[in-house]
């Protein structure tokens, strides 16, 4: 087989160099946020182009399927549905009044907190993973809440609590206030506040979270403190 020899292609030199413009009036209308949350704060410290971005640009990117994201949330809609149902009437959510909410509605919750907040879960390719999810929640993850209300004697005040309290702004700064949703606000027996503050991750995820707190390095909790 006599093979043709490869037909040389036409060299194209390169654009030359232009210089950035910028219109100073574009500058100008752009705003530093009057809030923050304790969770966008982790991502101006951890990741600043990205808050810079998200915050100041008003670029958001698209989340395709992340997973971890889409179970935490549902999680959270489930406990929130659980406490809600629990405090009705005024009633004390100890321990023995979130079981019994569990037991009786957990399924009912699940698939309305699926359709509500991670429809995803619903898809055929997903139906494996969204059994095994139901039955991480329902065996492992809320008994383990359970366990520490009762084991720490604590009750429940609310969840899903919004805050806006801090003001962090130095003096002649514009003002800027740190606003937050705790995920679960609790007394103790001597009425002191505990947070619970709610992370759906993988094994390396969970490792990482677990240094920053033991580090002292967690920003939201000690964030979450003072609101």
């Not at 008003?58 to 149902?85: F, M, P, Q, W």
């Not at 055929?124 to 929640?137: A, G, T, V, W």
């Not at 009425?191 to 991750?201: P, R, S």
Request: contains cysteine; charged residues 30%; glycine residues 6%.
């Amino acid at each position: 087989v006599k093979s043709e020899p490869c037909p040389s292609l036409p060299i194209v030199p390169l654009p030359a160099d232009q210089p950035l413009t910028v219109n100073p009036s574009a500058v100008d209308s752009l705003t530093l946020p009057d809030h923050e949350s304790p969770t966008s704060l982790e991502d101006m410290f951890d990741q600043p182009m990205d808050w810079v971005l998200k915050s100041i640009l008003g670029l958001y990117e698209e989340s395709d399927s992340n997973d971890s994201l889409i179970k935490g949330l549902v999680a959270h809609d489930i406990i929130h549905r659980i406490c809600v149902k629990a405090a009705r009437g005024g009633a004390k959510v100890d321990a023995d009044a979130f079981e019994r909410v569990f037991d009786a509605e957990f399924d009912t919750f699940f698939d309305e907190a699926v359709l509500a907040t991670g429809a995803e879960l619903n898809l055929r390719e997903n139906r494996m993973d969204r059994e095994q999810f139901k039955s991480d929640l329902r065996k492992v993850s809320i008994p383990e809440l359970t366990d520490i209300l009762r084991f720490s004697h604590l009750h429940i005040v609310g969840s899903e609590v919004k805050s806006e309290k801090i003001n962090i702004s130095q003096p002649g700064d514009d003002p800027l206030t740190i606003t937050g949703t705790i995920d679960l606000l609790l007394k103790d027996e001597a009425g002191d506040y505990v947070i619970i503050d709610f992370k759906w991750a993988g094994s390396e995820g969970r490792k990482l979270r677990e240094a920053q707190v033991k580090k002292g390095e967690d920003y939201q909790l000690a964030l979450y403190r003072r609101l």
